[in-house]
Structures are given as C-alpha cells and as structure tokens.
C-alpha cells in the first residue's frame, strides 16, 4: 500500500512539472499569434505601397494616400495612410494606421 501512495505522488509530482511547461509554451505561442496579427496590416499596407513604388517616382513630393482593405486573415477593414517622401535621391514610404481614408487621395495602380 505504500508503495502504491510513493507511486501515485510521483505521478502527481511529475505531471505537475509537465503541466507548467506546457502552459508556458502555450503562453509563448499565444503572445508569437498575437504579434502576428499585430503587424499583419501595416505589413500588407506597406508591401502594396512599395510595389507601386517600383513602378516609377510618385509625381509631388511628398505623396500621401490613402489605402482601406481586409488584411489576409482578419475581418475588418483597416484604413491607412502612405506617405511619399523625396530625400536627395532616396524615397522613403511611411504608413499610418488612421480611422477613415476617404479624405485621402486613393492609392495607385502604378506611378
């Protein structure tokens, strides 16, 4: 009979251990989900901005625009502000997240 109280407390003991560990990693791989879907929107806004940039220079300096779409994977449409802006030779793009884009010039196919 002690033997099989020994036994049961190990058990007990040693699953415990495992149940710790598996909780962290499952805190680990919430917060590593949660980052992604963070940044899946500004990421998709400023992809879609660079590759019309590859087309060709934006016609003033600075260009701002506006862009509304459903991010890959969420359900809301998110609205964001790209911003052209000429430095010497070097282009630099920027991306506000922004409540409406309406009041924004819609972004182009191609410069």
Do not use: K
Not at 11 to 30: D, F, P, W, Y
Not at 82 to 102: H, L, N
């Amino acid at each position: 009979m002690l033997i099989v109280m020994v036994v049961l407390i190990a058990m007990l003991g040693m699953a415990a251990v495992h149940q710790r560990r598996l909780s962290a990693a499952l805190r680990i791989e919430e917060a590593v989900v949660a980052a992604e879907a963070r940044h899946r929107g500004p990421l998709f806004a400023l992809a879609q901005a660079l590759e019309i940039a590859e087309s060709g220079p934006p016609p003033n300096n600075p260009s701002i625009y506006g862009l509304q779409f459903v991010a890959p994977g969420e359900t809301q449409r998110q609205a964001y502000s790209i911003r052209y802006t000429r430095t010497g030779s070097q282009w630099t793009v920027d991306v506000q997240r922004i409540d409406d884009a309406s009041g924004l010039l819609a972004l182009p196919t191609h410069f």
